[in-house]
C-alpha cells in the first residue's frame, strides 16, 4: 500500500480589503488583511483536503483493476497519476467521480463520501473525460448556458458565467459558432470551460491533452496553472511524461492496479537518479541486440520502449528530454567513467545499426520504465 501527501500550491495572495467608500485603507492594514486571509487559505488547505482515498480498491470479477490506493490531496495542489493503459488510471477517477463503486476502502471528494453522499460529491466536482463531451449542434454559448441550466443556475447568472468563461478559455470571439466547426484544441477548452460553469473546487481531468498539437497542449497547460493559482484542486491522469512533469506538485505511479511510487517529479527523477544512455533505432527488431551491446556499462537495468508491445506513456518535446522522435530506444543507467565512444564501438560490433547515441540526465521516462519494469531488458 503506498500513500502520497501532496504539497499544497494554492496562490495565497490577495487584495488588500476595501476601506470605507471613498476613502483607501491605510497600507498597513491592507497588508495585515491579506496576510490574515493567507493564513486562513493555508489552514483551508491543510484542514480540508480535496481528496482523500483510503485503501482502494477495485474488482471486476477475479481481476483487480485497483488495489489499495491511498491518497490525501490539499486544496490548491495538482495530482498527477501515471500509469500505462491498463494501470488503473481511469478506474481510480471513475470512482472518486462516483461512476464507480469500489470494492474496498474509502474516498472523500470535497469533504462528502463518495458512496454515503455522491450527489454531494458531484456538486463538488467537474470531470474531463477523455473525449470532449460538448454537443456539436449548438454554439459554445449555447452548451455553456446548457450546463448552466442543469445546475438549476439562475439565467443572469449562467449568462454572465457563459462569457467569463468564454473570455477565459480564448474563445470569445468564436462563442455563437457550433462546437462542431472547431478544431480539436477548441473543442477541449469548450469542453472545460463546461465543467467549470458551476465554480467547483475539485477539478478531474483524464488524459485531457490526448491528441491536441504542442501549441493547444501548451494552452490548455496555461489555463489549467490559472485554476490552481485560483484554489482549484486537480486531478489528472495523463499518458505525457512532460505534462506530468510540468503541472504535477506530486506524482503517483500505477502498474497493474498498484501504486508502485509517489513524489515530486524531481524527488521521483533523483530516485533512479544519474546518467543515461540512450540510443534511438531505425526499428523494433534491434532493441535485443541494443540492449545486450549496453550490458557492460549499465549501472542498473536496461529498459527498452518503442516496441509494439509497449504501452508505456510517451515523452513529448520537453527540453533536454533528447527522446523526442519516440522511436524504439534503449535506455540504462551507465557506469562512471564510460566514454561515449566505447559504447559506439560496441553497438558497431553487436551490428546495431543506432540513429542516435547520446548521454542525458534522468527524466520521468526513466522513472516510468524503471518503476514499472515496461520493456526492462532481461
Do not use: C
Amino acid at each position: 500500500m503506498y500513500e502520497i501527501h501532496v504539497r499544497s500550491t494554492t496562490n495565497t495572495a490577495a487584495p488588500p480589503a476595501p476601506g470605507r467608500a471613498g476613502a483607501a485603507p491605510p497600507a498597513s492594514a491592507g497588508a495585515a488583511a491579506a496576510s490574515e486571509i493567507a493564513a486562513r487559505r493555508s489552514r483551508k488547505a491543510t484542514e480540508s483536503p480535496g481528496v482523500v482515498a483510503e485503501g482502494l480498491g477495485k474488482r471486476y470479477g477475479d481481476l483487480w483493476a485497483l488495489r489499495e490506493l491511498d491518497l490525501h490531496v490539499p486544496a490548491g495542489s495538482v495530482l498527477g497519476l501515471l500509469g500505462h493503459n491498463g494501470a488503473g488510471k481511469t478506474t481510480a477517477i471513475r470512482i472518486l467521480t462516483t461512476l464507480a463503486a469500489p470494492t474496498t476502502g474509502t474516498a472523500r471528494v470535497g469533504g462528502h463520501d463518495v458512496v454515503a453522499a455522491p450527489a454531494a460529491v458531484r456538486a463538488s466536482i467537474g470531470v474531463a473525460a477523455q473525449d470532449a463531451t460538448v454537443d456539436g449542434l449548438l454554439s459554445a454559448r449555447a452548451n455553456l448556458e446548457l450546463i448552466g441550466r442543469l445546475y438549476h443556475l439562475p439565467r443572469a447568472h449562467v449568462r454572465r458565467r457563459a462569457d467569463e468563461l468564454l473570455e477565459r478559455v480564448g474563445l470569445a470571439a468564436e462563442a455563437d459558432r457550433l462546437v462542431r466547426t472547431f478544431s480539436g484544441g477548441m473543442r477541449r477548452r469548450i469542453d472545460l470551460a463546461a465543467t467549470l460553469v458551476a465554480a467547483p473546487p475539485v477539478l478531474f481531468l483524464d488524459e485531457p491533452t490526448t491528441g491536441l498539437d504542442p501549441a493547444s497542449r501548451n494552452d490548455l497547460w496555461e489555463l489549467l496553472r490559472e485554476l490552481v493559482r485560483d484554489g482549484t484542486t486537480l486531478l489528472l491522469t495523463t499518458q505525457y511524461l512532460e505534462e506530468a512533469d510540468r503541472l504535477a506538485d506530486q506524482i503517483v505511479v500505477l502498474d497493474h492496479g498498484r501504486a508502485v511510487a509517489g513524489g515530486s517529479p524531481a524527488e521521483l527523477k533523483a530516485r533512479v537518479g544519474g546518467e543515461r544512455i540512450a540510443v534511438s533505432l531505425p526499428n523494433a527488431a534491434d532493441l535485443g541486440r541494443a540492449a545486450q551491446a549496453l550490458a557492460p556499462f549499465a549501472d542498473g537495468p536496461i529498459a527498452q520502449s518503442g516496441g509494439e508491445t509497449t504501452a508505456a506513456p510517451v515523452a513529448t518535446d520537453a527540453p533536454g528530454d533528447g527522446d523526442e522522435d519516440q522511436g524504439p530506444l534503449v535506455t540504462a543507467p551507465v557506469l562512471a567513467g564510460t566514454r561515449l565512444i566505447e559504447v559506439v564501438r560496441a553497438l558497431d560490433a553487436a551490428g546495431v545499426d543506432a540513429t542516435d547515441v547520446h548521454r542525458r540526465a534522468a527524466t520521468l521516462d526513466d522513472v516510468f520504465l524503471t518503476l514499472t519494469g515496461t520493456g526492462a531488458a532481461a
